[in-house]
């Protein structure tokens, strides 16, 4: 009986150790990045300072929010900087249980994974941001002051962030769907016009209601799952059919 437990207290230390180095570099990144946790909220706040114009600010309703939120914001950014790490050590644990054309493919996928959510990200921040907020700004009403709250604000950057970030992966997800035999090139090809319908849903609904920053996520959408088609015909090869 104990021999068959010692293998699997290995695999637990194991998965330990690595948890223990994941978050003591996101702890070092985010010990490193709080002396500067002003600026960084700052330049995250930017695209929202510049739609509202020269000498205008955010403000904080809540008492606690001028310290947490930059706080959270630095903790958000030593995630990132530190998710490569965090990965590799994933990969490091699952590896030895793999075969070799199967390290072969994953490895490509979590790297083309973190590329694709931070281009994911970037597309939010440097062109959906001034279209969304511009607009928000445009669309206030004559003798209201706008005013955003700093809570407010990175509750909603977050989740733009993930809708952007997740849209983005999506030629991974079609690889992988078509690799592990759960759908055909053929398929996908066929439910286009579904897909189609369906990026412009999801777009009404996690963007806000202009119809321009809802282009700018289903659009995006589309084209990456056009991507993921093309790719998974080029790198995915069919798997012969054996006559019964």
Known sequence: MQEDLQPLIEHLIELRTRLVRAVALMVVVFLILFHWSGDIYHLLALPMLKAMGE????????????????????GMAAFLIAL?????????FVAPGLYQHEKKLVLPLIGSSCILFAVGMAFAYFLVFPVVFGFMTAATPQG????????????????????????????????????MGLVTVAKLREIRPYVIVAAFVIAAI??????LSQVMLAVPLWLLYELGVLLSAWLVT???VVAE
């Not at 490569?84 to 490091?92: N, R, V």
């Not at 996690?206 to 119809?211: G, L, N, R, S, Y």
């Open 238 to 240: 069919p798997k012969p």
């Open 84 to 92: 490569p790490h965090t990965l590799y050590q994933a990969w490091a």
């Open 206 to 211: 996690v963007t806000p209601p202009d119809v």
């Open 144 to 179: 209201v002051a706008m005013m955003t709250d700093i809570d407010k604000y990175l509750s909603f950057v977050i989740g733009m962030f993930l809708a952007f970030g997740v849209t983005f992966e999506t030629p991974v997800v079609v690889i992988v769907l078509v690799r």
């Open 55 to 74: 000498g205008s600010q955010m403000i904080a309703t809540d008492v606690t929010s001028t310290f947490f939120v930059p706080l959270k914001v630095t």
